[in-house]
């Protein structure tokens, strides 16, 4: 078994910044990817960033620039940094890890939402 816990989430304005973290624990023999993904009322959960165990990393094409994915590999760890956030991010954010033999486990979510 494999747990994620998610934190970082909040609300904030235009233009401003916020930093996710999501911790991975339990039997992780070998990580594959590690990743985020959001769903907006009413739409489909969508990709927003992955990093693979290469180094390789994935964004969606409307955060390219404005976000970073990032991994801390001794502590089974990956971050988003999100940078000049729009009304349009805002979403509850899912936290993604690949494991072993393409196994897939998902966090509890972090709600994120882009106000004035």
């Known amino acids: 078994q494999v747990q994620l816990v998610e934190s970082g989430g909040g609300l904030v304005q235009p233009g401003g910044s916020l930093r996710l973290s999501c911790a991975a624990s339990?039997?992780?023999?070998?990580?594959?990817?590690m990743g985020w993904h959001r769903q907006a009322p009413g739409k489909e959960r969508e990709l927003v960033a992955s990093?693979?165990?290469?180094?390789?990393?994935d964004y969606r094409n409307s955060v390219g620039g404005r976000f970073t994915v990032s991994r801390d590999n001794t502590k089974n760890t990956v971050y988003l940094q999100m940078n000049r956030l729009k009304p349009e991010d805002t979403a509850i954010y899912y936290c993604?890890?690949?494991?072993?033999?393409?196994?897939?486990?998902w966090g509890q979510g972090t709600q994120v939402t882009v106000s004035s």
């Open positions: 993604r890890i690949v494991v072993d033999a393409s196994v897939v486990y």
């Open positions: 339990g039997n992780i023999f070998r990580v594959v990817s």
């Open positions: 990093i693979f165990g290469g180094g390789h990393t």
